[in-house]
């Protein structure tokens, strides 16, 4: 059996618990690989020292020193990274803690992928929290100090954004080849099912369809028909998770042919079809 080219990263909080921490650190070329994959909870990668990219279902941004990343959970997203030194602090989050009433604009500020670069005060209150943060946890990760060290690490984050590295503002975005594929880009951001073929997508942007192939594999490093595949799925399992709908609803919405090729395709891309991947996700969360 193939191996799927995206998949679920193991939920890692420990029960009862409402995040993790932990520190990572790579010396010069040893061997680090990461898969596209997405996690049943929130996540904030914290750099020390970093060289290479943050990629997600909609583009790719330079990662330096210092910056924090944040994935949602059920966000497809990946990192390709240098063979220098690297370390960084990892924080997953249950996406139920956010549902307190006094996280409610931290909450709001966090419904999608954020890419972080702190101020000089931020950046260095940070990295001593995320220590005494850690330290903490492994003494009692449920005490009222491992709560409040965890509220003061995301708000120095939120606070300390000087330059939020969205995807509107994005390197790639300032590209001669992305903006020729802007239009189609576009849809990608706006709408979950993408159906267009290669040509009506070429034709959308005024390009031929060849080099709108080209332009394409080179701003988002894989096929036009691929990402809008992946993208399809990517939505799919956001529904699965955040909906009763029936997969039979949740297939045309996303303008695949029927239910049973949705299943299989679905089950190629992740190991395990949408029925399971569902009943797996209400388990974890039990």
């Known amino acids: 059996m193939n191996t799927p080219s995206v998949y679920c990263e193991p939920f890692s909080i420990k029960?009862?618990?409402q995040f993790e921490i932990h520190h990572v650190c790579y010396l010069h070329d040893e061997d680090y690989s990461c898969k596209t994959h997405f996690h049943q909870v929130h996540e904030f990668i914290c750099f020390e020292r970093i060289e290479g990219m943050y990629i997600d279902h909609e583009g790719e941004s330079i990662l330096e020193d210092h910056d924090v990343v944040f994935t949602p959970s059920l966000e497809t997203h990946n990192y390709e990274l240098s063979e220098r030194n690297k370390?960084?602090?990892?924080l997953q989050?249950?996406?139920?803690?956010?549902?307190?009433?006094?996280?409610?604009?931290?909450?709001k500020l966090l419904q999608k992928s954020r890419h972080f670069?702190?101020?000089?005060?931020?950046?260095?209150?940070?990295?001593?929290v995320l220590l005494w943060l850690l330290n903490s946890y492994n003494e009692n990760?449920?005490?009222?100090?491992s709560l409040q060290l965890l509220r003061l690490a995301i708000s120095l984050v939120l606070e300390g954004d000087q330059k939020n590295i969205s995807q509107e503002s994005r390197h790639l975005e300032e590209s001669v080849s992305f903006n020729k594929i802007k239009p189609v880009a576009d849809l990608f951001k706006k709408s979950s099912s993408v159906n267009l073929s290669l040509e009506e997508a070429a034709e959308l942007c005024f390009l031929s369809p060849s080099h709108f192939a080209r332009l394409f594999?080179?701003?988002?490093h894989t096929a036009y028909a691929k990402h809008a595949l992946k993208h399809r799925l990517y939505h799919a399992t956001r529904i699965l998770g955040q909906t009763e709908r029936s997969i039979t609803e949740i297939s045309y919405e996303l303008n695949f042919s029927n239910p049973s090729y949705f299943i299989s395709i679905f089950k190629r891309q992740y190991g395990i079809t949408p029925k399971q991947y569902r009943n797996s996700l209400k388990e974890r969360m039990e």
């Not at 989050?93 to 909450?107: G, M, R, V, W």
């Open 141 to 145: 990760p449920n005490s009222l100090k």
């Open 93 to 107: 989050i249950s996406p139920q803690f956010f549902d307190q009433e006094n996280l409610a604009e931290e909450s």
């Open 87 to 90: 370390s960084w602090y990892i």
């Open 217 to 220: 594999k080179k701003v988002f």
């Open 15 to 17: 029960g009862g618990c």
């Open 117 to 128: 670069r702190l101020n000089k005060n931020n950046k260095e209150q940070l990295h001593t």
